[in-house]
């Protein structure tokens, strides 16, 4: 080998494996460590076939950025309002299905009183 190719040669170090789990919590006993297994394995069987992942209607308001995060689930799609920016997802298929922009009532409107 010459000093040109030893200037381009690169060993190789492999990384050292990985352990697929996680740690548990101090307190976890021997049935919360089985349940979270049972559950990580049902949810990588889920992803491999595909099925879409669960999600019921929530509203979150963080108070530290002021970000208000709104999810409604219909028959057909899925709704995230993010600071009154709609997206919309097939709610069986979890493809993203488009865009709009939430419309908010009057606040006297909103707390139901009428005029």
Do not use: H
């Amino acid at each position: 080998m010459n000093d040109a190719d030893a200037r381009f040669s690169s060993v190789i170090v492999p990384f050292r494996k990985i352990a697929r789990g996680r740690p548990a919590a101090a307190a976890a006993t021997w049935l919360d460590r089985a349940n979270g297994r049972v559950r990580e394995y049902a949810g990588r069987i889920a992803m491999r076939l595909g099925l879409p992942g669960a999600i019921r209607d929530t509203e979150i308001r963080d108070a530290l950025t002021g970000q208000e995060l709104l999810v409604r689930v219909s028959p057909w799609f899925v709704k995230v309002c993010v600071d009154g920016r709609d997206y919309y997802f097939d709610r069986l298929t979890g493809r993203f299905a488009g865009t709009g922009a939430a419309i908010n009532p009057p606040s006297d409107l909103r707390s139901g009183s009428a005029r």
